[in-house]
């Protein structure tokens, strides 16, 4: 008999050292030196922290009536556990344990209904989706990239994310993404100094090295294309995240006035008919889930098959960071490579950088061959789970 769900509990993560992890739950525009929302105004240089929520991680526990458990997570605890206690859970309990998709269909419409499937809501479906995927791994007995027909290749390729080029080369990493720490604000200064930072990390790669720039969606259209021109002679392998997420008119734009140059979006779109979206009209070559905020690993399916049908590529952003990650980055055979947010100090274990998870596998001279243990491979037992939140 098909176990069923029994019970769904959700809980902000209160001691992050439990789960192995040194580094901050989240990512601080601050400690990073990166552009944030208010970027376009000069006048809030250096405040970065007033924009930042307070909100911790949130850990999911999808429990099975044969006493298996699965394990998801996603950011945003303060709204997000609300959501998956009084509002996904109540719903699901009773459903078959393994029925990834219909259970992902009952609380996406139900939530567009109630309070809008994407936002908030979308964080919250991401922890659910994926403690039932990792539940469903356990009792079949099969990793995550195997259910979803992987793996895709015997290795997956990595690239750093990070502005410390000489640490990600130690540790094996040959492509590499730049945070882009002027904003608009800044004007022609701004575009001045970020074309320093791409051009003093070509010289220092290299010709041939893929580089990458990451700009927070924090620009506006004009102020892209005027970017975008500067950084042409670096030969950058795509600009990523230029527009706020809804500018859909923008995207339109850049894509018009940059049409030679590769251009990368998606990890703040939270719904798959967003990237539907932007592959119809063709707004960029690089479809970015983040599979913690889209949706979980079922939104991410639905998004790579609209990937592959578009003949657009897909790039999980930070797909080296998590498990849950690693899995479908490996699996899917439009996914270009995982990304990997360094996010700790040099010299430390990768399982100190941002997200981890207990049990993962780390890049090895740049390249990611995922735990083949059941489900997502996470290495969490109840008490440590009950540790972990108290």
Known sequence: MTPTITEVTAAPLRRPEVLGRTAPATVSWDSAGMMHPLSYDSAF????????????????????????????????AGPAAPIINDFYGPMIVGE??????R????????????????????????????????????ILGRPVYELIGGPARERTRCYATG????????????????????????????????????????????????????????????????????????????????????DWPGFADVRRRLPSQMLAAGERWLSDRA?????????????QPDIQ????????????????????????????????GQHLSHALPQNRWAEMYVGCPPGESLMNAWRSTPGMSLPDDGWLVPSAAPGFGIELTRDQIGEATS
């Open 45 to 76: 240089a250096g405040q970065a922290g007033r924009f930042e929520p307070s909100w911790d991680v949130v850990l999911c526990v999808v429990t099975a009536s044969d006493g298996s458990f699965g394990v998801g997570m996603t950011c945003h």
């Open 103 to 138: 259970l992902w269909n009952m609380m996406s419409r139900s939530a567009n209904s109630a309070f809008g499937a994407a936002g908030l809501a979308a964080y919250a479906l991401s922890a659910v989706d994926l403690a039932l995927w990792d539940l469903k791994g356990k």
């Open 96 to 101: 078959s344990a393994l029925a990834t998709e």
């Open 275 to 287: 990237f539907a979206y932007a592959a119809q009209h063709r707004l960029v070559d690089v479809l």
């Open 293 to 324: 905020w889209v949706g979980g690993a079922t939104a991410v399916l639905r998004i790579a098959a609209i990937a592959a049908a578009s003949g657009i590529e897909l790039a999980l952003h930070a797909g080296c960071n998590d498990s849950y």
């Open 163 to 246: 502005n410390d080029l000489d640490d990600a080369r130690r540790r094996g990493f040959d492509a590499f993404k730049l945070a882009g720490s002027v904003g608009p604000g800044s004007a022609t200064a701004g575009i001045a100094a970020t074309e320093r930072l791409v051009a003093n990390a070509r010289a220092e790669l290299g010709a041939d090295a893929d580089l990458m720039l990451d700009c927070w969606s924090t620009l506006d259209a004009s102020y892209t294309v005027r970017l975008g021109e500067a950084l042409a002679p670096y030969r950058l392998t795509w600009i990523e995240d230029y527009a706020p997420p809804d």
